[in-house]
């Protein structure tokens, strides 16, 4: 079995980086499936906008506990056996859906989706983090997310139909079959582990940018929660195409502008991108109309395209090798935290105040996190 320390200089595209994208591409298509399914299924089980919120952030509660282990059996297990542990058992999960009869039931199912996503993807990142050049870390990671942000746009605008067509049973089961699918190619990838020295669960270099970074994805989670029902309630259809048109937005600034944060420095792209988060959801949260969601959709979707990968970057440039794994554990765990957090923060404000409460809120955790950025990281970088 080959490790870490045996590695060549690696090439940024390689079979090997092609098929953990392929492999994440399966997982977030999956996810993406749901999201425009979710909320009615959550009203047809008897829950309300709370319910909605607390199911969306659900996934964050079993992500956080699980992390901590993550970084120890990617170097113990290897990368390869984690993703494939991950995908397979995210797929039961998400097949499960389908039988749900209760919001319990499905509670405890989306506790199994969010630990096996949080495996899957930290094994997933720390490999390609590993294995990129140092100069390209930036390009790397945005390249990679190419995969979740696709699968994410193009789900919806598969499960939406299949749901108005067959209902929630074979939309779910279609789901964790894609994402098995997507999941087995790994087989053909060569595992790869250090059993060196003993890496901690957490580290320290992560905590302020991953905060900055949780303060951001607040506003995804009201995104990705309430747009189909805010379009319902602005009379508008079709909020797959929102979420597409996010994915988009996101894939295009990833895919052509992916080295801006190398080029100009994570903090000052950091300070741009949060910038432009914050004005995307205050756009989307005065939306008199759906047409001012897709208005507000363009700086959203380009403020959390630079957001990740410049603070990853940022967060492995302070690290050594054996470090990686836990460092990019912590960093990525920040995104469990912004999603359970934030689906109470969103859907309390969405049970007090409607939809636009809730996306109102994420915009103040985005001016938080963008004071945070440049009082404290700025300082510490």
Known sequence: MATLRDRPEARLITKEFSLLLVAA???????GMTLPVLPYFVRDLGGGDLAIGVVVGSMAVSAV???????????NWGFQRLVLLGGVAGAVATAGHAFADSF???????????????VMFVACIARVMATAP???????????????YLGIGLGPVIGQ???????FGPTFLLAGVLQLAGTLPMLLVTNHRDPG??????????????????LGIIGVVAFNAYVPLYVDEL?????????????????????FAGGLPDRIGAVRAGTLATTGVVIGLVIIAAAPSPLWIYVGILPFGAGIAFQYPGLMALTISRVSEAERP????????????????????????????????????????????????????????
């Open 197 to 214: 020295e003993k890496v901690p669960r957490f580290h320290s270099a992560a905590l302020w940018p991953g905060a900055v970074l949780a």
């Open 134 to 148: 140092a100069e390209q870390r930036s390009r790397a990671s945005s390249y990679f997310s190419v995969a979740p």
């Open 104 to 118: 319990a039931v499905l509670l405890a199912l989306r506790l199994l989706t969010g630990a096996a996503l949080a």
């Open 65 to 75: 506990m699980i992390r901590p282990f993550t970084a120890p059996a990617i170097q």
């Open 25 to 31: 591409l399966g997982v977030f298509l999956a996810l």
């Open 161 to 167: 139909p299949v749901y108005e067509t067959f209902g």
């Open 235 to 255: 009379r508008g259809s079709n909020p797959a195409l929102m979420f597409l048109a996010y994915s988009g937005v996101v894939l295009a600034a990833r895919i």
């Open 326 to 381: 836990a460092a990019v554990s912590t960093f990525t765990m920040f995104f469990d935290v912004a999603t359970g957090l934030g689906g109470l923060v969103v859907g309390q404000a969405a049970a007090l105040g409607g939809y636009r409460a809730a996306f109102a809120a994420a915009a103040c955790c985005s001016v938080l996190g963008l004071i945070l950025l440049r009082t404290v990281v700025a300082k510490n970088h």
